[in-house]
């Protein structure tokens, strides 16, 4: 594995950088205050219009999408793409900028990959323009959504429609106000092999029968003005031709959509942690204690250490599952990008911790990001699959790989 960036890249992370100098970094206090100050929390505020114009004049739209989806992105592999992600990741809305946020990213290379020209036609283009934006529903209250097989909300087939019935949530994205496209995980049929009743369709937020019930809150935040809602199917009608690659396939469109999706969330918390610890070490520079700044204290420097061994170890093996994902794909890089699913989310949680910790009061206020990526990152440990069912299938996969070598 080469860990050299190409010319190319080296290019992109430079306009990448002086960006976010430039017109983020300055910024970001002031969009925060304009969410919280806004009469609608789910408005996006307008200068970030005006950013995604600035982002597409100088190259730097569509980063994630790889070289078959050109000209409508910047064709690099995931290995390119880990530290532009990394760098989008310092600061938790500047994805949008670039758009190159989740869930976006994740239904956009489901409709590029799976969908129809048709499809592609009414929701990806949108999409890829930056016009609109969207929401992946799989999760329920009701059930354990860890597995998948276990999807309540049915599909039915209705002859010339489908019919959906359920309860979702944790649907992130859909409450913003332009939300207009949601990607539904279902049942087209209970009585078909385990992994063969599911299925995804397209639903339009504006369907009759789509409720919007409440926003839910993650670690006591909102994510104003994206959101993760609660929604409600009641007899809600599709056309048939909205279905996503046939029924029964929802399981592997399902597992197509969440190996880059899980690498993408990796790749953001590197970032989360990297900024905490630039931040740490600003900060025991400039903080007196016990007569000498925080950085002179031994246990200070061995935290900052530690967090620095605890990045650099997950960033390594992020960029390593980068490029399986590259040369062998998904399927073959399945236990790396599990590996890494399990150590990036609690590497963000323990060192943006230790932040707060060496921040005092102040890194728990809302005077800095810390807070907000510690939920951000604690919530990551649950999505996309949690903990437990990474370790149990990287488990179970190693030790038949081992055995089969016997």
Known sequence: MNFDHSSKVQDLMAKLSTFMDTEIYPIEEHYHNLVASSTDR?????LMEALKDKAKAQGLWNLFLPKEYLPHGAGLTNLEYAPLCELMGTVMFSSEVFNCSAPDTGNMEVIAKYGTQAQKDKWLLPLLNGE?????????????SSDATNIETSIENKGDHYQINGRKWYTSGAMNNNCKILIVMGKTDPSAARHEQQSQILVPLNTPGVTVVRPMAAMGYLDEPIGHAEVLFENVKVPKENLVLGEGRGFEVAQGRLGPGRIHHCMRLIGCAQRALDMTCERVENRIAFGQPLSKQQSVRESIAQMYCKIEQARLLTLKAADNMDNYGNKVAKNIIAAIKIVAPKMACEVIDEAIQIHGALGTSQDTILSAT????????LADGPDQVHMMQLGKNLVLGRNKKL
């Open 42 to 46: 789910w408005q996006t505020p307008q």
């Open 132 to 144: 609109i934006r969207s929401a992946f529903a799989m999760t329920e209250p009701e059930v354990a």
């Open 374 to 381: 510690l939920a951000y990152a604690r919530t990551i440990r």
